[in-house]
Structure formats: C-alpha cells, structure tokens
Nanobody, 125 residues
Framework: QVQLVESGGGLVQAGGSLSLTCTAS????????MGWFRQAQGKERNFVAA????????YYEDSVKGRFTISREKPKNTIYLQMTNLRPEDTAVYYC??????????????????WGQGTQVNVSI
C-alpha cells in the first residue's frame, strides 16, 4: 500500500500563485508514474500534470501549460505542483495520484492506483 498526503491548497485571487505538495509513504518502491488531477464541483476528475513512469518526461494539460510546473524530490517521495497566473476556472479539488502499473496512460485516472485525499484550490475573480 501507498499513502499520499497533499497540502498547500487555499484561496487566492486571479493572477496569484499557489504551490501544492504531495508526499508518498509506504511501498513506494513499487510505484511508477505520479501525477496531479483536479475535479471541479459537479464535473469529472481531469488530468493536470504528470511525470512519465521513469520520471524523465513531464506532461501537462493544455490549459495549464506555461502556468503550472510539476516537480519532484525523489529521495523524499514528494512531488510538487507550482501554479501561477491562476484563473477562476482552475478552482477545483486537486488530487495527487500514483501508479504501480508498468503500462498505463498518464492522462487517464483509471491508470493510477493510489490517490490522496485532495486539497481545495479556490481562485476568486
């Protein structure tokens, strides 16, 4: 089992910045890719950003490219999501996810095995 704990959400005005943190514990040796998803109220959970299974490549959803940055500290089993120039449409619960599968698609929630509890991000006008 792998446990994920997120932190860093909050309320920010449009144009502001927030940084999210996700730390994994437990059987992290079995994990591969890590990523961030978000779910706005009443909507599906959608991909935001992710590392490839070997951590060598990063991927971003089109609307966050150039504004969000995913990074990691592998020795600490921690990933970050630095969010800048936030927009009201970025308002959502943000989830950290980890996959222990050798083959999965980084953009699809079903490809991930473990999920954090989520952290709320609210962007006001």
């Amino acid at each position: 089992q792998v446990q994920l704990v997120e932190s860093g959400g909050g309320l920010v005005q449009a144009g502001g910045s927030l940084s999210l943190t996700c730390t994994a514990s437990g059987r992290t040796q079995s994990t591969h890719g890590m990523g961030w998803f978000r779910q706005a109220q009443g909507k599906e959970r959608n991909f935001v950003a992710a590392f490839s299974w070997n951590g060598g490549t990063t991927y971003y959803e089109d609307s966050v490219k150039g504004r969000f940055t995913i990074s990691r500290e592998k020795p600490k089993n921690t990933i970050y999501l630095q969010m800048t120039n936030l927009r009201p449409e970025d308002t959502a619960v943000y989830y950290c996810a980890v996959s222990d599968r050798a083959r999965y698609h980084y953009m699809i929630p079903d490809g991930y095995t473990y999920w954090g509890q989520g952290t709320q991000v609210n962007v006001s006008i």
